[in-house]
């Protein structure tokens, strides 16, 4: 197995000793097969136990592992060394608060997929005993898309509106509401439109795109927030223009 030296520029930054973050260089022997995750790992276990970084599966499905690798928004358990020169820079995803190191605050990514009742809320309630909801494979496809998302916040930190206005409901929330109104057991939608439809709602979005452009699951955030502005546009008109028609 063939090996290759890489240096791995870390920023560092604990808000309780540290006025400012920091980078801290690693000298990690990496084998070709490993991710940028594995090398944070060999740097942990053998150079410094006290970096921090989240991360669970290794398979790109946890969406722990995300981070700024060489400029990106990327998953460390996603991005492989072979890909990468030999000075690999790793910080925090922008756009949120850095708890410690690696690690970003979630709270605020958290409370917005909240926010959009990410459940299906039956059109009309059944008895256990009639039996489940059920669902044909076209109906699946409709949103089977969209229900790939990890929540790995690479989307907020690659969004150019979210950074200029964290109150913006973000990428992944509204990509989320979108599968669950598209689902045919969901009649949600209305209640979801509240939250969709505010002012920081999805009006806040200028298509830029950045967000499905990093996605690592092509969710294609970007592509869910245009339709639901069209689905908002023409519950506007509906109401305003021909409130005689049922939507
Ligand atoms: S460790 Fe789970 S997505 Fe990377």
Redesign the pocket.
Known sequence: MSERQIRLEVLRYNPETDSEPHFETFEVPCLNEWVV?DALNWAKEHLDPTLNY?????????????MTINGEPS????SFIRDLPDTIRVEPLKNFPVERDLVTVAEDFIAKLAAVKPYIIPKEEKAIEDGEYKQTPAQLKTYKQYAQC?N?MLCYAACPEYGLEPKFLGPAAIALAHRYNKDSRDGGRDERQEVVAADSGVWKCSFVGACSEVC?KHVDPAGALQQVKVASMTDWYLEHLMPWVKK
């Open positions: 995750l989240r991360w669970s599966c290794h398979m790109a499905v946890c969406g722990s592992c995300g998953l460390a358990c996603k990890i790995c690592p």
